[in-house]
């Protein structure tokens, strides 16, 4: 049996009751994906998990679609703001969707590891903060390769690099990066909350290892 999102087609914000079946569907798609090599590069990656993710949402017929690379422009002027790695579209509204922006994490060169967990949060979730991707929405995701495959470390290098930029990411006080509360049983998937112009943005985090 098909899954179906509540919201109507024409809704200013993205189905909630699709978030927790976007995770199921990328940490199972990851499962049955061909792994990267502890080289390749993240465009390429995405690339190839783009295609195997729109296999595995067709068989489940998931009610949306997967745009891989789309262009955000800024409204009125068209200036390109970025290309958001996968924007996963619903109903029939262009500006209503579900971007993650993939990073690679603990990335390993010349024998030496680099977290790179700082990229993560200034070239990933910051584009969420600046209203560069998901302008006037309340939620996206971030999905995290760990190339050297230790994805609890990973997380622990991305939450340092979150508590040392927690104002910049307009988080409220004594928050950080937690538990996810839809998949609590998830250790590698896990949230952060950012206050925005009057309203709470979620961003979902999702870490997977080769």
Same mark, same amino acid.
């Not at 949306?64 to 509204?93: A, T």
């Not at 790179?116 to 560069?132: N, P, Q, S």
């Not at 996810?180 to 112009?197: G, P």
């Given at each position: 049996?098909?899954?179906?999102?509540?919201?109507? !087609?024409?809704?200013?914000?993205?189905?909630?009751?699709?978030?927790?079946?976007?995770?199921?569907?990328?940490?199972?798609?990851?499962?049955?994906?061909?792994?990267? !090599?502890?080289?390749?590069?993240?465009?390429?990656?995405?690339?190839?998990?783009?295609?195997?993710?729109?296999?595995?949402?067709?068989?489940?017929?998931?009610?949306?679609? +997967?745009?891989?690379?789309?262009?955000?422009?800024?409204?009125?002027?068209?200036?390109?703001?970025?290309?958001?790695?996968?924007?996963?579209?619903?109903?029939?509204?262009?500006?209503?969707?579900?971007?993650?922006?993939?990073?690679?994490?603990?990335?390993? !060169?010349?024998?030496?590891?680099?977290?790179?967990?700082?990229?993560?949060?200034?070239?990933?979730?910051?584009?969420?903060?600046?209203?560069?991707?998901?302008?006037?929405?309340?939620?996206?995701?971030?999905?995290?390769?760990?190339?050297?495959?230790?994805?609890?470390?990973?997380?622990?290098?991305?939450?340092?690099?979150?508590? !040392?930029?927690?104002?910049?990411?307009?988080?409220?006080?004594?928050?950080?990066?937690?538990?996810?509360?839809?998949?609590?049983?998830?250790?590698?998937?896990?949230?952060?909350?950012?206050?925005?112009?009057?309203?709470?943005?979620? +961003?979902?985090?999702?870490?997977?290892?080769?």
């Amino acid at each position: 049996m098909g899954y179906a999102g509540t919201a109507d !087609s024409w809704a200013a914000l993205f189905p909630n009751d699709l978030v927790p079946k976007i995770i199921d569907l990328v940490l199972e798609c990851w499962n049955t994906f061909h792994k990267p !090599s502890a080289d390749e590069l993240e465009v390429p990656i995405t690339r190839r998990f783009c295609v195997h993710l729109r296999g595995q949402k067709d068989r489940s017929r998931l009610p949306f679609n +997967i745009v891989h690379e789309s262009e955000e422009l800024k409204e009125g002027s068209g200036e390109l703001l970025g290309r958001i790695d996968l924007r996963l579209v619903h109903g029939f509204r262009d500006d209503v969707y579900f971007a993650i922006e993939c990073k690679r994490l603990n990335v390993v !060169s010349n024998g030496k590891r680099s977290s790179l967990a700082g990229d993560y949060v200034e070239k990933g979730m910051m584009r969420f903060i600046t209203g560069k991707y998901a302008g006037g929405l309340d939620k996206g995701g971030m999905l995290g390769y760990v190339m050297d495959g230790n994805v609890s470390d990973a997380i622990d290098s991305v939450k340092g690099a979150i508590n !040392s930029r927690s104002t910049d990411l307009a988080m409220p006080s004594g928050t950080s990066l937690s538990a996810c509360a839809i998949r609590a049983d998830l250790d590698h998937v896990k949230q952060t909350s950012h206050q925005l112009s009057g309203k709470m943005f979620f +961003i979902y985090h999702l870490f997977v290892g080769l």
